[in-house]
């Protein structure tokens, strides 16, 4: 189950030109068998967004280790350009717990995690995402027809380069029916982590399924219904 935030930090863009409230939900799976649900939501406030993940274990895996995982990002929408205020990030099981909360100074320059357990702080540029807000320029990126990918990301006290690959077409069966997907793949600097990415032109480039491996250890997810788009 710790692995489905990484799962979690993969989304979508309704429009190039505006962003629209929706949400989308998905089965986990752990080696073939289901472990959880999780849920994407966007909504519009007054004057920012807030795009919401939600995960948690079900079934005899939520009687074995139950978890679940929060993450947000508040943002603003301006010219076309996603600028990041806020993430958080709720990670609890019955024996851990972790937490992130970091803000972005856009005067200052400098993005700041306020978490107890682990500080920091990076100076920060134009451009700069946070883990979940970047999967919307990713989505952006695929609508108006690019296929080079790259982003920058504040994460542990670093800007971090986000370049995934891709690696063609293919078709995926979901709870929505087979899709017609672009399949990306981003591996770690380490080599010891691997995110693969199939994201579907009918639902506005969303992600309908992701694998990620590590350590040997392949966890799932998979579309099985959208609402709003």
Not at 63 to 74: F, G, R
Not at 154 to 163: E, F
Not at 187 to 195: L, P
């Amino acid at each position: 189950m710790r692995f489905i935030a990484v799962f979690f930090s993969f989304f979508f863009i309704s429009q190039v030109n505006a962003l629209e409230p929706f949400s989308a939900h998905y089965t986990l799976y752990f080696k073939g068998v289901e472990i959880g649900k999780g849920v994407r939501r966007l909504s519009k406030k007054a004057d920012h967004y807030l795009f919401e993940s939600q995960a948690h274990s079900t079934g005899f895996a939520a009687m074995l280790y139950k978890a679940k995982i929060l993450e947000t990002s508040t943002f603003k929408w301006l010219d076309k350009q996603f600028i990041p205020l806020n993430y958080r990030y709720d990670y609890q099981t019955k024996k851990r717990a972790k937490q992130m909360d970091i803000t972005f100074d856009w005067h200052k320059k400098q993005a700041e995690n306020h978490s107890a357990s682990q500080p920091w702080q990076v100076g920060i540029k134009e451009g700069v995402s946070d883990k979940l807000l970047y999967q919307l320029q990713v989505m952006q990126d695929l609508a108006v027809g690019k296929r080079d990918l790259s982003y920058v990301v504040a994460d542990k006290g670093k800007l971090k380069s986000y370049q995934p690959a891709f690696l063609g077409e293919e078709k995926v069966k979901t709870g929505v029916g087979e899709l017609n997907t672009l399949k990306y793949r981003y591996v770690s600097e380490n080599k010891k982590r691997s995110t693969t990415l199939w994201c579907a032109p009918k639902f506005q480039y969303l992600p309908v399924r992701v694998e990620h491996i590590e350590k040997g250890d392949s966890l799932e997810m998979r579309l099985q219904q959208v609402e709003g788009l």
